[in-house]
């Protein structure tokens, strides 16, 4: 007799259904094949994803700031134009353009033209022969090119640059004169070089235009005088003798064609005692001039190479 056993359920997963359940991938990173653990970065989505991420969603986002070069450019923005200060606008003005606007304070301020003569260093020497050098070579280069230097037409071609010479020449020489000048060897130098200048000055063809030369010589002439008047009252002169200018004075007479003789009178006045004319004595066999005299006296060795008369005279 077959008995029937009761059959228990299959389970329930072996149940045929329809409804699947959602399909879960299985694939896992290749490094956690390998073993190694993972790490923070492994998680992080790609940088194609972190770009196109909201920025409000970055971390940080809220505590960060513009960048320093964005402030800066922001602040030269609101640059504008200014004028150069003072000190840097003297540094762009040359020698000419600084004396014309310091000539026209002055004139507008007369107080500040004496604050000026006063602060102002004294002119030297060689900076006024200088001044007085570049007036000749205006001079020199008005002449006209070709033709008679000493014609009509050259002086009026160049008679203004003339007349710059020689007031700017009128007005210096009293500068180095005493009492101004108390050193007699700056006076002597300066009246030297600019008696240069005059030397150097044309003969006009015409008697009229050479009266500027020769007016421009007495003026000198009387300025050596002047001088050596001052000279001869310390130490006799002496001064004058072993600086040479009493030679120099001579042969700037003779350049002047006589035209200086009051300066030489004036020096033969003075210094006569001492033998100041520039004349060989007539016993005197060895030619020696009168500096070499002079320097034989104040030695004491003058005369003793002169023959010695024995007996009666």
Not at 78 to 88: E, K, Q, S, Y
Not at 145 to 174: C, E, H, I, K, W
Request: glycine share 8%; proline share 9%.
């Amino acid at each position: 007799m077959n008995s029937v056993i009761a059959t228990p359920p299959p389970p329930p997963h072996h149940f045929h259904t329809t409804r699947f359940s959602p399909t879960h991938s299985m694939s896992f990173p290749a490094t956690n094949l390998n073993g190694r653990k993972r790490k923070a970065e492994d998680d992080e989505p790609p940088h194609e994803d972190r770009m196109s991420a909201s920025p409000s969603n970055s971390p940080g986002a809220s505590s960060r700031t513009l960048p320093i070069q964005r402030q800066t450019k922001r602040a030269r923005s609101g640059l504008v134009g200014r004028p150069l200060a003072l000190p840097r606008l003297l540094e762009t003005l040359d020698a000419e353009s600084l004396r014309g606007v310091l000539q026209s304070i002055c004139g507008r301020h007369p107080s500040i033209g004496t604050e000026v003569e006063n602060t102002a260093p004294r002119p030297s020497v060689p900076s006024a022969l200088g001044v007085l050098r570049n007036y000749e070579s205006a001079l020199q280069a008005s002449f006209p090119f070709g033709g008679n230097p000493t014609s009509d037409y050259a002086y009026n071609r160049v008679r203004q640059s003339l007349m710059n010479l020689l007031d700017a020449m009128t007005d210096f020489t009293p500068h180095f004169l005493p009492p101004n000048e108390s050193q007699t060897s700056q006076s002597l130098s300066f009246l030297d070089g600019a008696t240069d200048i005059i030397h150097s000055l044309p003969n006009w063809n015409s008697f009229q235009n050479t009266l500027h030369k020769q007016n421009a010589y007495e003026e000198m002439s009387k300025a050596w005088a002047v001088v050596i008047q001052e000279a001869a009252k310390r130490a006799g002169g002496i001064q004058l003798q072993y600086g040479g200018w009493d030679q120099k004075l001579v042969k700037h007479n003779e350049q002047a064609n006589g035209k200086m003789q009051e300066a030489v009178n004036e020096l033969n006045a003075n210094l006569g005692w001492m033998g100041g004319q520039s004349q060989p004595q007539p016993y005197d066999t060895r030619g020696d001039d009168l500096s070499s005299v002079r320097q034989e006296l104040l030695s004491g060795t003058y005369g003793a190479n002169l023959p010695v008369h024995v007996g009666p005279w």
